[in-house]
């Protein structure tokens, strides 16, 4: 999806919803305006328009692939590292990979083996600038290890409890009803009968529940 221009239009800015529409803050939406797949991104101030906005793929049109939401709609950072940071949940200079695990509850663990080989550039010359015709590249030694481990290039983290819902991105919530309340047979009025699951009730009730006074002594 579309992000922020933020070293050209987030210097000394924020992302902050409610904003005036001004040259301090073009954002007026906040941090999800350049987020959700719509037609005004063509005409917006976003990073990305026309290439991850408008593909066939689940990734692209399914909200529940989308990329989550880190910033809240009140977050005051200001400056285009900052921001970013916020933005993506990654610092500057990292490569930040999101797994979505499906049916997360209970307890599972990601572990991450890696190997790489270190880039060595050799200058060929006394020049200090290392343009690419004045050094050769070799490969280091090939060095593996495992998140957490000594000296680990990688961390995992689970980072779920840090996103925030935005309807844009998310899409709007289902409401759930308070199905968590304690039910009683036929409202402690009456007797229940099993078989038919139909209630008779005490004198003084009536109603397929024995919800309903019949007599106002009782």
């Known amino acids: 999806m579309g992000v922020p221009k933020f070293k050209t239009k987030l210097t000394a800015k924020d992302l902050k919803v409610g904003t005036a529409a001004s040259s301090n803050s073009p954002y ?9 797949d719509s037609s005004f991104l063509g005409s917006s101030e976003c990073a990305n328009v026309g290439n991850f906005n408008g593909g066939r793929s689940l990734a692209v049109n399914d909200h529940k692939y989308r990329f989550p939401y880190f910033i809240s709609p009140d977050d005051a950072t200001k400056g285009p ?4 940071a916020a933005y993506t949940n990654c610092a500057k200079n990292s490569l ?24 060595i550039r ?3 010359a006394a020049e200090k600038e290392l343009k690419p015709s004045e050094y050769t590249e070799s490969l280091a030694r090939e060095i593996s290890n495992v998140n957490g481990g000594t000296n680990a290039l990688v ?10 819902w935005h309807k844009l991105i998310d899409g709007t919530p289902i409401i759930r009803y308070n199905d968590g309340q304690v039910l009683h047979d036929c409202s402690r009025r009456g ?7 139909k209630c008779k009730c ?7 529940k024995c919800q309903e006074k019949s007599v106002l002594g009782y």
Do not use: H
């Open 28 to 36: 007026i939406t906040g941090a999800g305006y350049c987020s959700p």
């Open 81 to 84: 590292d900052a921001l970013a």
């Open 96 to 119: 930040c990979i999101f797994i979505t695990i499906p049916e997360p509850e209970g307890r599972k663990d990601l572990t991450v083996n890696y190997k790489f080989k270190t880039t």
């Open 122 to 124: 050799t200058s060929a």
């Open 155 to 164: 961390s995992v983290e689970q980072v779920g409890s840090d996103r925030f």
């Open 191 to 197: 007797l229940c009968d099993f078989e038919t699951g």
């Open 202 to 208: 005490f004198d003084g009730y009536s109603g397929y």
